[in-house]
Structure formats: structure tokens, C-alpha cells
């Protein structure tokens, strides 16, 4: 049973072969069944059914129900959610073959991960979507250490977007990180409370892979598990 105070992260990796894929699509509701129909080619539709019907499987385990019974419905601006059980909070993100799901009880909840690689244009990106105080402190790193911190900064205002509900039309720029205490917020939009009663924590997984959790509420216990 998850305690209010907890919070779940399970990580995994989609394979080329996974043997998954009949199992996760028969659970997957319409809407999920047609969003996967979508995807170009065989890769990614293999991707998106496994990901999303491993997020099914976790959530039946934590609500004791039959994973294709959940309702997931979606908010105004598309965060999906518990339709019959709000009080579970989930989030879900996925890149290249990774991917990994938060779950806690009665909070705004977000993950984001990143694979750490480069990327045209990184002065465009921090210039646009960082505040002032994380784009001075980037700039005066070393060329080494700019990778890195990018999507260390990225994945946290992402995940902290995510857990808003708001997406990035909420203004990356907007949040900005402590660079000298990187678990806290310097601030945060108005429409989101204060800065200070946010959470934020660096979650990696693999070698070369930057995560990172936020919720509206602090946890004392953060559990790793494994499907």
C-alpha cells in the first residue's frame, strides 16, 4: 500500500523483440488503441502499446483492479488521470526504448526523462526556455559540463510543467531552479502556489539518462521498483 508520504518510480526498457506487445495491446482502451494506429512505423507503434500497457499493469497492481477496467481520462489540457480513483496520481515519460512512471496519492505529479545527448542550437534553447538566473549560471560552465546540465535543468522544469497539468504553454522560463541548491524553486508562475512547497528530485536510470520527479507536496520515502 502506498503511503501518503511515498512515492513509486518504476523504470524498464522496451526492447526490439518484445515479447510484451500482444498482452499490453489487449488492455489498452480504444483511444490508446488508435493513438498507437497512428505512429509511422512499427518501432515506435511497438513502443508507445508496451510503455502504455506496462503503465496499466502498474496501476491495476496499486489499485487491486483488472488493468483493462481503469479509466484513464484526461484534463483540460491533456494530463491524463484516474477518472474512478483521482486520489492516485501517475505521470508517465518515455525516450528512445526507456521509460518510467510515478505514482503517489493526493498530489500534482510529474517525471520527465531525458537521454543526454547533443543537440543543435543548446544557446537558442536556454536563451528561450530557461530564467535568467539558470541561463547565467549554464553559460559560465565549461564546455564539458554544459551537456550535462542542460537536461539536468530541462528534465526538472519539464516534469515541474507536467505536474501542473499546464504543459510548457505555462512558460519554461517561467520556473526557475535554485543552480546553487537544485532541489528547490526560486519561484514559480503565481496560478501554481509558492515555490517552496514544490518537491523536486533528480531520479536517473541508466548510465547517460537524466530524470527528474516534482510534486506539489515533499515525500519522505521515494520507492524504486521494476516491472
Known amino acids: 500500500m502506498l503511503g501518503n508520504d ?15 506487445y500482444q498482452a499490453c495491446w489487449s488492455i489498452l482502451d480504444a483511444a490508446e488503441q488508435m493513438q498507437a494506429a497512428k505512429f509511422k512505423t512499427v518501432l515506435l507503434q511497438q513502443r508507445y502499446v508496451v510503455v502504455h500497457g506496462q503503465l496499466r499493469q502498474i496501476l491495476a497492481l496499486s489499485l487491486n483492479e483488472r488493468p483493462e477496467k481503469i479509466r484513464i481520462a484526461k484534463a483540460e489540457h491533456g494530463k491524463p488521470y484516474l477518472a474512478d480513483y483521482p486520489e492516485l496520481a501517475f505521470n508517465l515519460s518515455h525516450t ?18 531525458e537521454f543526454c545527448k547533443p543537440r543543435p542550437n543548446l544557446s537558442g534553447l536556454v536563451g528561450r526556455c530557461f530564467s535568467e538566473e539558470e541561463a547565467a549560471y549554464w553559460q559560465q560552465l565549461p564546455e564539458a559540463e554544459k551537456i550535462p546540465a542542460f537536461y539536468r535543468f530541462w528534465t526538472r522544469k519539464e516534469a515541474f510543467v507536467k505536474a501542473t497539468g499546464l504543459g510548457i504553454a505555462l512558460g519554461l522560463n517561467h520556473c526557475a531552479i535554485n543552480p ?25 536510470g541508466e548510465a547517460g539518462l537524466c530524470g527528474a520527479l516534482v510534486a506539489d507536496k515533499h515525500f519522505s520515502v521515494v520507492k524504486w521498483q521494476s516491472p
Open 96 to 113: 528512445e526504448d526507456s521509460w518510467m512512471i510515478a505514482l503517489a496519492r493526493q498530489c500534482q505529479l510529474g517525471v520527465d526523462i
Open 180 to 204: 546553487e541548491k537544485p532541489t528547490e524553486f526560486l519561484r514559480v508562475p503565481e496560478i501554481c502556489g509558492r515555490a517552496d512547497t514544490w518537491f523536486v528530485a533528480d531520479v536517473d
Open 6 to 20: 511515498e512515492v513509486e518510480l518504476w523504470y524498464g526498457r522496451v526492447s526490439a523483440e518484445d515479447t510484451r
